[in-house]
């Protein structure tokens, strides 16, 4: 029963963030609202739930979102995985120490869709002007800080 009521819950999550939140002007920047969903999955789930309810999500996510085929799928099965992993050094009842570990799931998932769109990007040289204007731009900072 609660294997539905997970599915039910993602489904609608699914639902609101391809529909109801791009017409949203506030939420341009949104992060992934499964993401969460997944962590909590992957903590406090047993593997026999957990692994097809992530599929599915991931697949309804994939079929929905109009990203690259097979992005979510991958995204949500190596962040899956790395929760189950980690879940065994965690104390999963201390709530201030899973939020971080999901705020750091959150930025490492953005970090994986923007380095696969950044690799099918037109421009082959993105990975050059970034890594060039990372440290122009922290010296230019630091040199204010000093001043």
């Given at each position: 029963?609660?294997?539905?009521?997970y599915?039910l819950?993602g489904?609608?999550?699914?639902?609101?963030q391809t529909?109801?939140?791009?017409e949203?002007p506030?939420?341009?920047?949104?992060?992934?609202?499964?993401?969460?969903v997944?962590i909590?999955?992957?903590?406090?789930r047993?593997l026999?739930?957990?692994?097809?309810?992530?599929?599915?999500?991931a697949?309804g996510?994939d079929g929905?979102?109009?990203?690259p085929p097979g992005l979510y799928?991958?995204?949500y099965?190596?962040l899956?995985?790395?929760m189950r992993y980690l879940?065994?050094?965690?104390?999963v009842?201390?709530?201030v120490?899973?939020?971080l570990?999901a705020?750091a799931g959150?930025?490492?998932?953005?970090?994986a869709?923007?380095?696969?769109?950044g690799?099918?990007?037109?421009i082959?040289?993105i990975?050059?002007?970034a890594a060039?204007?990372?440290p122009?731009?922290y010296t230019?900072?630091?040199a204010?800080?000093t001043?």
């Amino acid at each position: 029963m609660i294997f539905f009521f997970y599915l039910l819950a993602g489904t609608f999550l699914i639902l609101l963030q391809t529909t109801l939140l791009p017409e949203i002007p506030a939420s341009a920047t949104f992060y992934d609202l499964l993401t969460p969903v997944v962590i909590h999955i992957s903590v406090y789930r047993p593997l026999r739930e957990g692994v097809p309810l992530v599929l599915l999500l991931a697949a309804g996510m994939d079929g929905l979102s109009g990203g690259p085929p097979g992005l979510y799928v991958s995204l949500y099965v190596w962040l899956y995985l790395a929760m189950r992993y980690l879940r065994q050094f965690l104390h999963v009842g201390n709530l201030v120490l899973l939020s971080l570990v999901a705020v750091a799931g959150v930025g490492l998932e953005g970090l994986a869709f923007f380095s696969l769109i950044g690799l099918q990007s037109p421009i082959s040289q993105i990975w050059l002007v970034a890594a060039h204007t990372i440290p122009v731009s922290y010296t230019h900072l630091r040199a204010h800080e000093t001043s």
